[in-house]
């Protein structure tokens, strides 16, 4: 049974930064890639960041550009998102996910999803 448990939510103020964690389980973690997403009240989920098997090639979206990093830990089965220079808008529920294939930016494209961690910047 495949378990992904996301970690380190919580409240920050506008600037400040925070560090997600997610740990995975029931899977062989390094086959496969892992996507960070979020979704704000009202809105669609959005495709935030992810990481390749090895941890060699990370995508980003333009809105987190420069401010999010993410980093995996295969032989511990976890991945991270340190999210600094925060703003406002960057509040939502965060999302980490597994995919073993093809894709990488659609929530479709994945097969496992974590439950969920908030996230909320105060202006």
């Known amino acids: 049974q495949v378990q992904l448990v996301e970690s380190g939510g919580g409240l920050v103020q506008a600037g400040g930064s925070l560090r997600l964690s997610c740990a995975a389980s029931g899977l062989t973690f390094s086959w496969y890639k892992m996507g960070w997403f979020r979704q704000a009240p009202g809105k669609e989920r959005e495709f935030v960041g992810a990481i390749r098997r090895s941890g060699g090639s990370i995508d980003y979206a333009d809105s987190v550009k420069g401010r999010f990093t993410i980093s995996r830990d295969n032989a511990k089965n976890m991945v991270y998102l340190q999210m600094n220079s925060l703003k406002p808008e960057d509040t939502a529920v965060y999302y980490c996910?597994?995919?073993?294939?093809?894709?990488?930016?659609?929530?479709?494209?994945?097969?496992?999803w974590g439950q969920g961690t908030q996230v909320t910047v105060s202006s």
């Open positions: 996910a597994a995919v073993f294939d093809y894709g990488l930016t659609r929530p479709t494209d994945y097969h496992y």
